[in-house]
C-alpha cells in the first residue's frame, strides 16, 4: 500500500505525464504527442541505405520523408571516365535483380548512337536473357513481399524458381548476378550446348512453384487485406509522377515499350500486356504474377524461333577481332589494341533511348564528343520516380500499409540512387 | 514541335534533329512553363507521363557557351512518342523556373540536378539536396569537380599502402 503523504502529488495532474489523471476514465493513458520514428537505414523493411523519417499522430501517417542514402558508385562520373564498353559493369550494378536489362538497354542506345543493326541471333538471345531476368525480378520481389507480410513458405518457393534461373544464367554468362554478358553489337557468347532443353525444363519447374505460390497467397486472409485497398494511386497521379512498368499498368494505364515501341523481336512474338483497374498494392502484385506468365510464353516462343547465325557483328572497330586474326594479322592486332586502349569511336551526337525493364521505362541519354568515352551518360531508372511518390501514396494512411506499399514498388537502391 | 512552334513561336530558340532521328527543341527558360504546359494538356498532344530531368555540362564540348543544358523528356501515351526540351543557361545565372506546379514528378528530378550540377530551380517548394549530404561542398558532376576528390564527414584515416591514383585536387 502507497501512503499518500510520502508521495506527494500535485493537486491538478498533468494529463500528458501523469498516468493517474485519467485513472477514472477508465482507460489506458495514450500518448497525445506526435511521434517521430525513423524507419531505416537498418529497419528490415527498408532496403539497403533507404532511411524514411515518419511522423505519427497515433498510427496515421501525417508525414514521410524518404531518405535515399548512400550507396554512391558515382555511376554517371565513373561512366563518363571509362571507355564505353567499360561502362557494362557499372550498368550491371544499377539493378542487381535484373542486370542483363540494365546491360542490353544501355547498349541499345549505344548502337543507336553508332547506327548498327545487330545480328537477328543476338536479338534473339537479348530478348530471351532479358526475359529471364524479368522473372528473375518480379520473384524476388513477389517472394520478399510475401516474406515481410509473414509468409515464409511462399518466399522459399519463389527464390527456389530464382535459384533455377540464377543457374541457367550462369551457365549462360559465367556469373550468378552481375553477368556483364552483351557487347556493342551484340553478345559476349553464344547460348552453351544443351541449355535450350534445361531452360525449358527449368520453366516448367517455375510455373509449378508459381501455382504453390499463388495458392498460398491468394486465399490468405491476413495477405489479402493487407494488400487490397492499401497504397492506392490514381491513373492521373501515377503519369504526373512517371510511373512506369507493372506500377503504372497496375493503375489502369497500358503502357509497355515492348507493344508502343517494338525493340529487337518483340513484334514477332505473341504476348499479352497485363493491366490493372485500382492502382493499389494488391493489382500491382497481380501485375508481377501475371507478367511472369508472360515472360514463359516469350522465353518459350523465342526459343523455338531461334535463327542460326553470328550473335556480334563483323566490324572490327565495334567488335574484337577474332583471336587468330589477333595473333596472326597486323589489322587484327591494330584493332584489338585500338579498341581496348582508346574505346569504340561513337561518332559526337546525342541519343535518347529506352527499353521495358523488370520495373519500367529504362531510358539513357547519352551524349558522345566522338571519343571513346561518353561525354555524358544519363540514367533514367524507373526506380527513382516510383520511390519519389511514395510520400505522396502513405501520407494519411496508417503505418502498417508502408510495408506492403514500399515492398511492391520494388524499390532497388542501386538505380535510384546515381 | 510544330504546333508548339506555330503556337509558341517567341518560345522556340531552335531546333534541330539527332542522329538516331529524335527531334530537340532548345526553349527559352523564361516560356519553359507555358510550353510544357500545352504540351501536357492539349489534347491531341497529350504529353502527360513524366519521364525525367537532367543536365549536361558543356565545359569541354566545343560548343560550350552557355555552359549548362537542361534537358527534360515528357512521353505521350495517345501519339506513343517522346518529346525532348532543351533549356540552356549560363554559369553565373543558373535559374530555370520549376516544373513542380504543372508535374509532381519533377520534384525529385530537380532535386538530384540541383544536387549534381547546381542548377537552381526557381518556385521549387523543397530545394535542397537529395543524395549528397548538406555540408558538401560544390557539384560532382560538373566537369570542373575532380575525378577522385573526398569530403568526408568524419576524417578518414591514413591507410599506408593505398594509391588512390590520379585526378585529385588535393583538397583532402
Known sequence: ???????????????????????????????????????????????????????????????????????????????????????????????????????????????????????????????????????????TCVGATALELGGFAPFLYSIEGRELIMDRVTELTGARLTTSYGRVGGLNRDLPEGWIPKTIKSLDKIQELLVEVEGLLMKNRIFVDRMKGTGILSAEDALDFGYTGPCLRASGVDYDIR???????????????????????????????????????????????????????????????????????????????????????????????????????????????????????????????????????????????????????????????? | MDRVSAHLPEAVAERYVDRAGGAWSVIHAQHLPKVVAYLKNDPELNFKLFVSIDAVDRLHLAENDPRFEVVYFLYSLTRHEHVRLKVRVTESNPEVPSLVPLFKGANWWERLTYDFYGIKFVGHPDLRRILLYDEFQGHPLRKDYALRDRQPLIPERPIKDIFRGPGTSGLS
Open chain 1, 1 to 139: 500500500m502507497s501512503d499518500p503523504s510520502k508521495h506527494p502529488q500535485p493537486a491538478v495532474p498533468n494529463p500528458d505525464t501523469d498516468a493517474y489523471a485519467h485513472e477514472s476514465e477508465l482507460e489506458a493513458h495514450l500518448q497525445t504527442k506526435r511521434m517521430y520514428i525513423n524507419m531505416g537505414p537498418s529497419h528490415p523493411a527498408m532496403h539497403g541505405t533507404v532511411r524514411m523519417k515518419v511522423e505519427l499522430e497515433g498510427e496515421t501517417i501525417v508525414k514521410a520523408d524518404p531518405e535515399i542514402g548512400f550507396l554512391h558508385r558515382g555511376f554517371q562520373k565513373s561512366c563518363e571516365n571509362v571507355t564505353w564498353t567499360q561502362c557494362l559493369p557499372y550498368t550491371d550494378r544499377l539493378n542487381y535483380n535484373s542486370a542483363m536489362m540494365n546491360n542490353f538497354g544501355f547498349l541499345n542506345a549505344v548502337e543507336k548512337l553508332i547506327g548498327l543493326e545487330i545480328p537477328e541471333r543476338a536479338r534473339f538471345i537479348r530478348v530471351i536473357a532479358s526475359e529471364l531476368h524479368r522473372m528473375h525480378d518480379h520473384l
Open chain 1, 259 to 418: 507493344k508502343a515501341r517494338p525493340y529487337w523481336v518483340y513484334d514477332q512474338l505473341d504476348f499479352d500486356v497485363p493491366v490493372g483497374e485500382h492502382g493499389d498494392n494488391y493489382d500491382r502484385y497481380i501485375m508481377r504474377l501475371e507478367e511472369l506468365k508472360q515472360s514463359d510464353r516469350i522465353i518459350r516462343q523465342a526459343l523455338q524461333k531461334l535463327p542460326a547465325g553470328p550473335i556480334i557483328v563483323d566490324d572490327w572497330r565495334i567488335a574484337l577481332p577474332p583471336k587468330p586474326e589477333v595473333y596472326g594479322t597486323i589489322e587484327g592486332v591494330m584493332s584489338h589494341f585500338k579498341l581496348v586502349m582508346e574505346g569504340i569511336p561513337v561518332p559526337p551526337g546525342e541519343v535518347y533511348d529506352s527499353t521495358e525493364a523488370s520495373n519500367g521505362e529504362l531510358g539513357w541519354y547519352l551524349v558522345s564528343d566522338g571519343g571513346g568515352r561518353p561525354y555524358k551518360v544519363h540514367v533514367r531508372a524507373p526506380g527513382f520516380p516510383i520511390l519519389s511518390a511514395i510520400p505522396h501514396i502513405i501520407e494519411g494512411k496508417m503505418l502498417a500499409d508502408l510495408i506492403p506499399t514500399f515492398d511492391m514498388i520494388n524499390m532497388i537502391g542501386g538505380e535510384v540512387e546515381q
